[in-house]
């Protein structure tokens, strides 16, 4: 008997088959999904200094640009420089410089900060002896009222439980903060051998960061050829306009933070000495480092700024709280809209949940790239909706979807779906 193929089974057949496929798939990365984070955790571990090359590439780009584009055919300009010539020197210009403004900075401000540790560090003993006279008078004063009578009693007893709580937490977080030091000392060689393998990763993400540098027109031209390829033109145009989106958000904001990152320090290393504040150079640094999250940068570089402050003096902790709430002020009304202009793009809800977002999945770090991950997701989502809201025939601008322009509500009705007029 002669087996006869019905093309409308077949068909049926391998869609089945190809959905039962992705079923045993889906599952099987499912059920294997901590193993496939682990496993590509790894790999990233392995290949940190490639990552540190395409970073350090990243951030280099735009002062390597400024020498090869501006700069030097300017200097050069009565005589005729090779392309591959001004590029090395450009090179050797970015990193010559970049290296002195890093050792410059450390050699200023690092002698400051351990001046600045030593200093807290040694007063924490007049901090404790501090806390101790204060919880001495308190109970002398809470003993004089308890003289008062039966309502003074009552008072002076939930004074008393009051004072005592805020005691023992000082104390508790006193031998704390002993403990961690103590703790910190006994891991002193895991934190060497970390110490030691980060900074090989340094070095080696610098070399390979110069040669994505030198070799960048053609490392670009051979992603351009294999996209290309691989995809259709309109899959094509749609990665690579995604692409200089990504670079324009992540450039700009780098950018953009560090210069409104060196205003701020700058602020405060020249205000901070003249409303009496000490430590300048760590709580610079503090606030510098704290002030690439946006909005809310001042405000957690205050928190263990204050802390520090504390150890001092509390009137000059609260001067300094009052300075940074200026400061929050004036970095987010004047100074970042100024800098960054509408390079994120974000409306400030987004920014808020982004932060709270990726700070919960990562931390710090987290805070530091969430911004400018989600404008990137934002913008890949913005634009898909574009292309579907053209390809429906609909406007593309927000505004055009109030309420009182909403193009499906206020479009008008086809005559078939009209009510029929009522007779007089």
């Known amino acids: 008997m002669k087996f006869k193929q019905n093309q409308k089974y077949n068909t049926i057949a391998i869609y089945a088959l190809g959905v039962i496929v992705a079923a045993l798939l889906i599952f099987m990365f499912f059920g294997h999904i901590g193993d496939i984070i682990a496993f590509a955790a790894r790999i990233v571990r392995h290949l940190m200094a490639v990552v540190y090359g395409i970073v350090f590439a990243f ?97 002076a007893v939930f004074l008393a439980d009051m004072v005592e709580s805020l005691w023992s937490s000082a104390n508790l977080l006193m031998e704390r903060s002993f403990d961690l030091v103590n703790d910190s000392l006994a891991s002193l060689v895991v934190a060497a051998t970390t110490i030691t393998t980060g900074v090989i990763n340094i070095v080696l993400g610098i070399v390979i960061s110069i040669y994505i540098l030198k070799d960048k027109k053609r490392i670009f031209a051979q992603l351009n050829k294999t996209a290309i390829a691989l995809f259709s033109k309109r899959a094509y145009l749609l990665i690579y306009d995604t692409a200089k989106d990504i670079s324009r958000i992540f450039s700009g904001f780098v950018t953009g933070r560090t210069i409104d990152s060196l205003i701020i320090g700058v602020i405060c290393a020249i205000v901070m000495p003249i409303i009496g504040i000490e430590h300048v150079a760590l709580i610079t640094v503090i606030i510098a480092i704290t002030n690439f999250v946006p909005i809310f940068g001042p405000i957690i570089g205050a928190i263990p700024s204050i802390l520090i402050l504390l150890t001092v003096d509390y009137m ?89 322009r909403n193009p499906l509500i206020n479009e008008p009705a086809e005559p078939d779906l009209l009510p029929e007029a009522e007779e007089g």
């Open 59 to 155: 951030l280099l780009s735009p002062l390597l640009k400024l020498f090869e584009k501006h700069l030097l055919p300017r200097v050069f300009s009565k005589t005729k420089i090779k392309p591959g010539a001004n590029r090395a020197i450009a090179m050797v210009l970015t990193y010559l410089v970049t290296f002195s403004l890093i050792a410059l900075v450390l050699a200023i401000v690092i002698p400051e900060i351990i001046n600045s540790i030593t200093g807290i560090w040694g007063q924490v003993p007049l901090f404790r002896r501090t806390l101790n006279d204060w919880y001495l008078s308190a109970n002398a004063y809470i003993a004089q009222f308890s003289a008062g009578g039966a309502d003074g009693d009552v008072f």
């Open 316 to 404: 000059m902790a609260l001067r300094f709280g009052v300075f940074i709430l200026i400061l929050q002020q004036l970095e987010g009304n004047i100074i970042g809209p100024k800098i960054t202009g509408d390079i994120i793009g974000l409306p400030p809800i987004m920014v808020i949940i982004s932060l709270v977002l990726f700070a919960g999945l990562w931390g710090f770090l987290g805070m530091l790239i969430g911004v400018p991950v989600f404008t990137v997701l934002y913008s890949i989502v913005r634009r898909f909706t574009s292309y579907l809201l053209a390809k429906k025939g609909y406007p593309t601008a927000t505004m055009e979807y109030t309420v009182e």
